[in-house]
């Protein structure tokens, strides 16, 4: 069992930036890929950012590319997400997700969610 606690959130103005937090407990926490979701009002949860177990290969959306990135560190068992130029469409809950497969981009391939950190971002 692996337990994810987002930090971070808050409301920001348009431009600004926030780091996103996710530390994982659990004894397997490490062997675990780690990825960003978000989800606002009214909409289906979508992929934003993913790691690797070792830290060595990351993905970033489309959406959120040049502004976003992901990063881990092990040795806290914690991943953040650095998101800059933040825009009001970045508005949602960002949910944690740690997944057995690298290229996990959906709800399904998911193992275990963490609760969620509302970021606003006001225009």
């Known amino acids: 069992q692996v337990q994810l606690v987002e930090s971070g959130g808050g409301l920001v103005q348009a431009g600004g930036s926030l780091r996103l937090s996710c530390a994982a407990s659990?004894?397997?926490?490490?062997?675990?890929?780690v990825g960003w979701f978000r989800q606002a009002p009214g909409k289906e949860r979508l992929f934003v950012a993913a790691?690797?177990?070792?830290?060595?290969?990351?993905r970033i959306a489309d959406s959120v590319k040049g502004r976003f990135t992901i990063s881990r560190d092990n040795a806290k068992n914690t991943v953040y997400l650095q998101m800059n130029s933040l825009k009001p469409e970045d508005t949602a809950v960002y949910y944690c997700?740690?997944?057995?497969?690298?290229?996990?981009?959906?709800?399904?391939?998911?193992?275990?969610w963490g609760q969620g950190t509302q970021v606003t971002v006001s225009s």
């Open positions: 997700a740690a997944t057995t497969q690298y290229y996990c981009s959906s709800y399904g391939c998911v193992t275990y």
């Open positions: 659990g004894r397997t926490a490490s062997s675990y890929n």
């Open positions: 790691i690797s177990t070792d830290a060595y290969n990351t």
